[in-house]
Nanobody, 116 residues
Framework: QVQLVESGGGLVQPGGSLRLSCAAS????????MGWYRQGPGKQREWVGN???????NLADSVKGRFAIARDNAENTVYLQMNSLKPEDTAVYYC??????????WGQGIQVTVSP
């Protein structure tokens, strides 16, 4: 099983920035797609973005131009740089990783709150 450790969440004012990190255990050769989802209060979990091992990435329209996703394959870590944060970005953010042997793993979730 792949262990995922998320960090970097917290409280930020509108217009501010945060960077989330998610470190995965195991061999980097076995880790494929890495990504982020979020679940706001009273909402369903939604996809935020993902990145392949070769570096190709995709982001949801709601965060394009404000968020960026990156990964460090040597460290098995995926990052979500969040800029120009809005109150509607408030959510629990989840890291999701696909492993060639163990399949899909989810992080425990990390709270991001955007409020004055």
């Amino acid at each position: 099983q792949v262990q995922l450790v998320e960090s970097g969440g917290g409280l930020v004012q509108p217009g501010g920035s945060l960077r989330l990190s998610c470190a995965a255990s195991g061999s980097s050769a076995s880790i494929g797609l890495m990504g982020w989802y979020r679940q706001g209060p009273g909402k369903q979990r939604e996809w935020v973005g993902n990145i392949f091992s070769g570096g190709r990435s995709n982001l949801a329209d709601s965060v394009k131009g404000r968020f960026a996703i990156a990964r460090d394959n040597a460290e098995n870590t995926v990052y979500l740089q969040m800029n120009s944060l809005k109150p509607e970005d408030t959510a629990v953010y989840y890291c999701r990783v696909q492993h060639t042997i163990f399949g899909t793993s989810w992080g425990q979730g990390i709270q991001v709150t955007v409020s004055p």
